[in-house]
């Protein structure tokens, strides 16, 4: 029954972003919902009730976003990823920020617009502590890119990439005449760490909002109590 009400909801409705699409594999290929791209003079961000891009608000100076930029689905940044951020800098009781996996995507290519998926490999990460909130950014590179496909970890990236990205972050949220917040790059972590870092909020997002693989067989259950 579960699997029958499957493909009738993949013919009848959009999959949301965050919650409906497979995450891939950490290890290997991953999917990628794309919010920003880098010529985007808008903050877009998804509505997550929804499941639709909205505008978060327009960028009121320069700073623009040095890559694509976006989230892995079904992730969540929640406990385990913060206790790991606490682990690898030694602070205690550090949270993960309520939000998806954030990935950065190394391309050769401009794209005109976001909000569009795409596969990419992880190559390492950025952990970006905001307050006392993880906010970890991965950096991934676009499958079979001809500039970066080939790249395995964040150590073969050029550096001045990896420079331009922790820049960004660390300013884009500063902004003139206001307090400054405490926003810091902890670490520039490597393709193993990236892979740990998705894994656990994949892991913190079946916690927070149960298995997907279970959803059309509770639908089905559901549905079946109210028919008449």
């Known amino acids: 029954m579960s699997g029958d009400l499957d493909r009738l909801l993949e013919t009848m409705f959009q999959a949301h972003p965050w919650h409906g699409v497979d995450p891939g594999d950490p290890a290997g290929v991953v999917q990628v919902y794309i919010e920003i791209a880098p010529t985007d003079t808008v903050k877009y961000e998804l509505d997550k009730r929804s499941g639709h891009l909205r505008v978060d608000r327009p ?35 550090v949270k993960g920020d309520g939000d998806p996996m954030d990935i950065c995507i190394l391309t050769e290519k401009t794209m005109s617009h976001a909000n569009f998926f795409l596969r990419a490999r992880p190559i390492g990460g950025l952990r970006m502590v905001d307050g006392d909130e993880a906010d970890d950014k991965i950096v991934a ?54 892979v740990e870092m998705i894994r656990r909020s994949l892991e913190d997002y079946r916690e927070s909002f149960g298995p997907p693989e279970q959803r059309a067989a509770l639908l089905a259950r559901l549905l079946g109590q109210r028919a008449p």
Do not use: W
Not at 144 to 171: S, W
Not at 178 to 193: H, K, L, M, N, S
């Open 59 to 93: 960028q009121r100076y320069s700073s623009q976003p040095p890559t694509l930029y976006g989230f892995v689905p079904q992730t969540y940044c929640g406990k385990r990823v913060g206790e790991r951020c606490s682990e690898r800098i030694g602070v205690p009781n």
């Open 141 to 194: 590179v676009l499958e079979r890119d001809m500039a970066y496909g080939d790249l395995r970890d964040i150590a073969d990236a050029p550096a001045g990439v990896v420079e331009r990205l922790r820049h960004y972050f660390l300013t884009y949220k500063q902004m003139p005449g206001e307090p400054a917040r405490t926003v810091r790059i902890a670490e520039v972590y490597d393709r193993v760490e990236a």
